[in-house]
């Protein structure tokens, strides 16, 4: 990336930007290497998130204009908007009308739903263009307590300990460390690991999770852990720690999960937990009747 201002048009002007001519000669080496196999406005969008990805372009750049950039990538504009429109719906960018207007690169998080246990890969391919893992270690060890009393596990029993590293756009964007009974996984570690653990879980063994419960806790990431995330040691992240349910109430999984916040936004949904709760509410005319009494997590009941 360039330390000074050669003419760029990004957003904020006390910001380095890319200058317009580097972009478009960018997409001339580009246009004669596409695959006629996929759609064109997809490898464009692709293109577009490499760029990003490698550090070519980052949050403020300012694309050409939609002829110009046509022009130098040999497409059509119809094309091209809809490879910008994909970009803008998947946050990579935002789009402005007008004479001063334009496709701006955004800020982009990827986003996730920890409450929802479809699957990481799915959630991430919502928002990002990739969607991979890498595994770390695949190993039988002895849990620790903690572990041992989320599993529901004996003295005796051990646990298939299993560590990846979650990538959206090929950014690392999360750290996992699952922890599963090798009494209710037997052979686990002779299968690919690089997919949707869910998935393995309910296509091999029956047991995919159909709930969870999960701790967040702010932490501060060691050196060894930074690395693999690629971020700075010291840096503020999110810690996960999740214990998933299959449907005969058997604990299937616990794991210490560690999420970049600054690459992904990480969001919890709500629901009510049954129409007699719901019913039962308090108008919000009526003055409270007593305090909230605690549940027995040792929390409070809240109402809203």
Not at 46 to 71: F, H, I, Y
Not at 102 to 127: C, F, P
Not at 181 to 206: K, V
Not at 275 to 303: I, K, M, W
């Amino acid at each position: 990336m360039s330390t000074l201002n050669f003419g760029g048009t990004g957003t904020d002007p006390l910001l380095p930007t890319v200058p317009l001519a580097c972009i478009l000669s960018l997409a001339r080496e580009r246009r004669a290497r596409w695959h006629p196999a996929s759609p064109v406005h997809l490898q464009i969008a692709e293109w577009v998130c490499n760029l990003v990805t490698s550090g070519n372009l980052t949050a403020g750049d300012k694309l050409p204009p939609e002829r110009q950039l046509a022009e130098a990538l040999a497409v059509s504009r119809m094309t091209l908007r809809q490879a910008l429109e994909g970009l803008q719906s998947a946050g990579w960018l935002t789009r402005t009308l007008g004479r001063r207007g334009g496709a701006v690169i955004a800020n982009h998080r990827s986003d996730v739903d920890i409450s929802n246990l479809v699957g990481l890969r799915t959630q991430l391919l919502q928002s990002a263009m990739t969607a991979s893992s890498r595994l770390i270690s695949a190993t039988v060890q002895v849990p620790d307590d903690t572990t041992r009393a989320a599993l529901r596990l004996g003295p005796d029993d051990t646990v298939f300990d299993v560590m990846r590293v979650r990538f959206a756009d090929d950014v690392a964007v999360v750290l996992e460390r699952s922890f599963f009974p090798t009494a209710l996984f037997a052979g686990l570690l002779d299968l690919d690991l690089t997919g949707s653990m869910y998935s393995i879980m309910r296509r091999h063994y029956a047991l995919g999770p159909v709930s969870a419960t999960q701790e967040l806790t702010a932490i501060i990431i060691d050196p060894s852990d930074a690395a693999m995330l690629d971020v700075a040691p010291g840096s503020p992240i999110l810690g996960i720690a999740r214990t998933s349910i299959a449907g005969n109430g058997t604990p299937v999984e616990f794991s210490r999960d560690l999420f970049r916040s600054d690459t992904l936004r990480v969001t919890v949904s709500g629901r009510v937990i049954s129409v007699t709760d719901a019913l039962s509410e308090p108008s919000q005319t009526s003055a409270p009747q007593h305090s909230p009494q605690p549940n027995r997590s040792g929390g409070s009941t809240l109402t809203g």
